[in-house]
C-alpha cells in the first residue's frame, strides 16, 4: 500500500478490508443453494425444515456472541488487529464446515465461522468509517460494505456451477472456497494501515500523522492533514478526560444513540430481506419445480442485490441516510406485498416469473438504502469513546434477529405461506415511522460534529479557541484514558 496515496489508497483499503464483509454475504448465501442439494441432505439424513433452519443460524448466534467481545479487542488491540483474528477464527470454522459428515460437525462449524463473523462485522465499518473525511465518508463505507453483496453474488453461482460435480464436492467445494476468501484476508491484514484515530488515542501521533497524510496524498506538512490530525487530538484528550465509555454509559448518557444503534439492525432484518438470501432457491422451487434452475434463478437475485448496492455508493452522500431509509422501506413495503400476491394466487408461469421478477426488485432495493446505511449508520453517530460498544450494540440487534429470522422463516413458509411477506411488509411500515421520528441526518458531518447533532459538545473544536494542547499533556491525556 506504501505506493498508493490519496483516494486510490482510500478505495483500495475500504474493498480490502471488506473481504470480512465478502465472507459473511458469501457464507450468508452458499447455504441457501446447499440446501436444496440432494446429496447434502442425504449426507446428513435428510433433516427437518427446523434442523435446517437451525443450520443456517447457528452461524448467527456464533457472530452474536463475539459482537460483544470485538470491542475489547477494538479498544486494546486496534481495528485491524481484530480484522486479524476474525480471519483467523472463520479460517478454522470453515475448514470444519467442508470436512463435517455429522450435523453437530457441521453445527459446530458454522457456530466457530459466525464467531469470526461477530468480529469482522463489528470493526469493519469502525474502520472505514475512522478512514475516511466528511464528505466521502458515505461513499467510501457503502462500497466497502457493497462487498458483502458481492460475496453473496458470487455464492450464488458458485452453488449453480458446483451442481455439476457429481459427488459429495458439489457441497464441499463452495464451503471450502471460504477458506481461501479469509485466508487472502488474513494475509493482507499485515499490509493495512491503523485507524489513524486509535494511534492518537493510544499516544502515537507521529503514525496517525503519516496515515492521514497518506490518505489525503498530501504532505504531513500540508494545512488540511494537520487541521484533521490536530482535530482528532483534540476530540481525544477531550473524551479522555471523559473517561472510556462504560456500558452502563450506552444506556444512560448515551440512550439515544444506542436504541438508534439497535434498532437500525433491527429493522434491518426484520424488513424480510433474509426471506431471499437464505431461502431463495428455495422459494423459487416452489414455483419453478425442483433442479438447477431455482438455484440459478437465486444467482441472478443476489446480483440484483449487489446492484442495489453499488447504487446507495452513488446516493448516499448526495442524498442522505434518513431519506434512502424513508424510501427504501416505502418501496420494499409495495415489493413485499407483490410477492404475496403472486404466491397466494397460481397463474402458472407467470407467477413464476413475477415472483422472481418482484423478488430481484425487493432486494435491489434493499441493496440500496437499508442494507449498506444500515451498517454505515451506527459507525458514525458514536464518540470514539463509545464508538466500539456502540457498533457492537449495532452488530448483536443484527444477528440476533438474524438469528430469529433464519430459525422461523421455514417454519412461517410452510405454515402460513404467502403472509409470511405480509408478516415482514408490517416491520417495513414500523421502520419509516421511527426513522421519520428518531433518526438524525449524519449526511457531510465529520465524526466529531456528528456529537453536535445528538446535543453534544463538537470535541474536535473544542479547543480551537485556546491554544492546542502541548505534544506532552497530549500523549499524557492520551495514556491515562482506559483502554
Not at 138 to 148: C, D, F, L, P, Q
Not at 165 to 180: A, D, I, K, M, Y
Amino acid at each position: 500500500m506504501a505506493f498508493f496515496e490519496g483516494t486510490v489508497l482510500l478505495y483500495g483499503l475500504a474493498c480490502f478490508a471488506s473481504v470480512g464483509q465478502f465472507l459473511f454475504g458469501y457464507d450468508q448465501g452458499v447455504l441457501a443453494g446447499i440446501l436444496v442439494n440432494h446429496d447434502w441432505l442425504q449426507t446428513f439424513n435428510y433433516p427437518t425444515e427446523t434442523m435446517q433452519g437451525f443450520v443456517v443460524s447457528i452461524f448467527l448466534l456464533g457472530a452474536w456472541l463475539t459482537s460483544y467481545g470485538a470491542p475489547w479487542s477494538m479498544d486494546r488491540l486496534g481495528r485491524r488487529w481484530t480484522i486479524e483474528i476474525g480471519a483467523l477464527v472463520f479460517i478454522v470454522g470453515g475448514i470444519l464446515q467442508t470436512v463435517s459428515v455429522t450435523l453437530v460437525q457441521i453445527l459446530f462449524g458454522r457456530l466457530i465461522a459466525g464467531f469470526g463473523i461477530g468480529f469482522l462485522s463489528t470493526v469493519v465499518p469502525v474502520y472505514m468509517a475512522e478512514l475516511s473525511r466528511a464528505h466521502n465518508r458515505g461513499k467510501v463505507t457503502v462500497a466497502g460494505m457493497s462487498i458483502n453483496m458481492f460475496g453473496y453474488a458470487c455464492s450464488g453461482f458458485i452453488d449453480y456451477g458446483f451442481t455439476y460435480v457429481p459427488n459429495e464436492w458439489s457441497w464441499r467445494g463452495p464451503l471450502l472456497l471460504q477458506c481461501v476468501f479469509a485466508v487472502i484476508l488474513a494475509v493482507g491484514c499485515f499490509i493495512f494501515p491503523e485507524s489513524p484515530r486509535f494511534l492518537v488515542k493510544k499516544g502515537d501521533h507521529e503514525r496517525a500523522l503519516n496515515i492521514l497524510a497518506r490518505l489525503h496524498g498530501k504532505p504531513e506538512d500540508d494545512k488540511d492533514v494537520q487541521q484533521e490530525c490536530q482535530e482528532i487530538i483534540n476530540a481525544v484528550n477531550y473524551e479522555a478526560a471523559l473517561g472510556q465509555a462504560s456500558w452502563k454509559d450506552m444506556f444512560t448518557t448515551m440512550r439515544r444513540r444506542s436504541i438508534i444503534s439497535i434498532m437500525v439492525q433491527a429493522l434491518a432484518q426484520l424488513s424480510g430481506i433474509n426471506i431471499v438470501t437464505y431461502y431463495a432457491p428455495k422459494m423459487y422451487e416452489r414455483v419453478l419445480g425442483e433442479g438447477r434452475m431455482p438455484i440459478l434463478m437465486a444467482g441472478f437475485t443476489a446480483l440484483a442485490y449487489f446492484a442495489g448496492a453499488v447504487v446507495a455508493i452513488f446516493l448516499v452522500d448526495r442524498a442522505g441516510r434518513r431519506k434512502l431509509f424513508m424510501s427504501g422501506s416505502c418501496l420494499m413495503v409495495i415489493w413485499l406485498i407483490l410477492m404475496a400476491v403472486f404466491n397466494k394466487y397460481d397463474l402458472g408461469l407467470t407467477s413464476a416469473i413475477l415472483v422472481i421478477v418482484f423478488t430481484m426488485i425487493y432486494v435491489f432495493t434493499f441493496g440500496t438504502s437499508w442494507a449498506c446505511v444500515g451498517w454505515l449508520y451506527p459507525a458514525e453517530i458514536f464518540p470514539l469513546r463509545a464508538r466500539a460498544k456502540g457498533m457492537s450494540l449495532a452488530a448483536s440487534s443484527n444477528w440476533l434477529c438474524n438469528f430469529a429470522v433464519g430459525l422461523w422463516t421455514p417454519e412461517l413458509l410452510v405454515k402460513i405461506e404467502w403472509a409470511t411477506y405480509i408478516f415482514y411488509m408490517a416491520f417495513c411500515v414500523l421502520a419509516f415511522v421511527l426513522v421519520y421520528f428518531f433518526f438524525v441526518e449524519t449526511n457531510q458531518k465529520s465524526l466529531e460534529e456528528i456529537d453536535e447533532a445528538f446535543g453534544d459538545v463538537n470535541h474536535a473544536a473544542v479547543h480551537k479557541a485556546d491554544e492546542p494542547y502541548p505534544s506532552d499533556a497530549k500523549v499524557a491525556s492520551t495514556e491515562k484514558s482506559p483502554v
